[in-house]
């Protein structure tokens, strides 16, 4: 099994008062404050062995008011039934380069305060892949590959240990780890034998 640390994708919601609908994220909240949401993405010290780097393409990132249960995000693979695009960095980010504490901004959105319960990262899995040391790239389409089942359609689904309050006039901290330890899962005794299969375990936490 390979050994990753955790990634970490940092998302901060910048908040500023103000008045207007409170109809963001699908699900109204039941205050009618609005907020600005910033989006960073960071990483934790990942050593390995065999990969110099590790390339996600984020196409956007999605939140709601409703909790994201697999059984919704299921259903919802076109972004409808409450889901509302945060921000759209459309960019391939090698995770390995935002370590100890480097960050990288992915986009900004207007929030209504409330709480949010669901959130997910869509990824391009045709432009994502992993570079090893030996300069071999692993891709969707490669021998051996990476495979991405579901990264483009329900997308990636962000764990929360509580629901994300949004305050007006107040920032709030989104911490999300990317347990890169658990979200890549070998499929034969090496990765040139079988290669990798992308099984992502994300969790958030607030400060």
Wanted: aromatic share 6%.
């Amino acid at each position: 099994m390979l050994s990753f640390d955790r990634v970490r994708i940092m998302t901060v919601l910048a908040l500023a008062a103000g008045v207007g609908s409170a109809a963001a994220c699908g699900d109204s909240p039941t205050t009618a404050g609005r907020g600005t949401l910033a989006v960073r993405l960071t990483d934790a010290p990942f050593p390995t062995d065999s990969v110099s780097s590790v390339d996600i393409f984020v196409v956007r990132v999605d939140g709601r008011v409703a909790a994201a249960d697999s059984l919704a995000v299921a259903q919802d693979s076109a972004g409808t039934h409450g889901w509302t695009t945060l921000a759209e960095p459309n960019l391939s980010v090698n995770l390995l380069a935002y370590q100890n504490g480097a960050s990288l901004p992915l986009g900004t959105a207007t929030l209504a305060e409330g709480s949010y319960h669901g959130f997910r990262l869509i990824i391009d899995p045709s432009k994502s892949s992993i570079t090893l040391k030996n300069g071999v790239v692993l891709s969707n389409t490669s021998t051996p590959n990476v495979s991405f089942p579901s990264g483009s359609r329900t997308g990636i689904k962000i764990v929360l240990t509580t629901p994300v309050e949004i305050v007006a006039s107040d920032t709030t901290t989104m911490l999300v780890d990317f347990d890169v330890a658990n979200s890549f899962v070998l499929r034969g005794n090496t990765i040139l034998q079988s290669g990798l299969l992308f099984k992502p375990v994300v969790k958030a936490t607030t400060q």
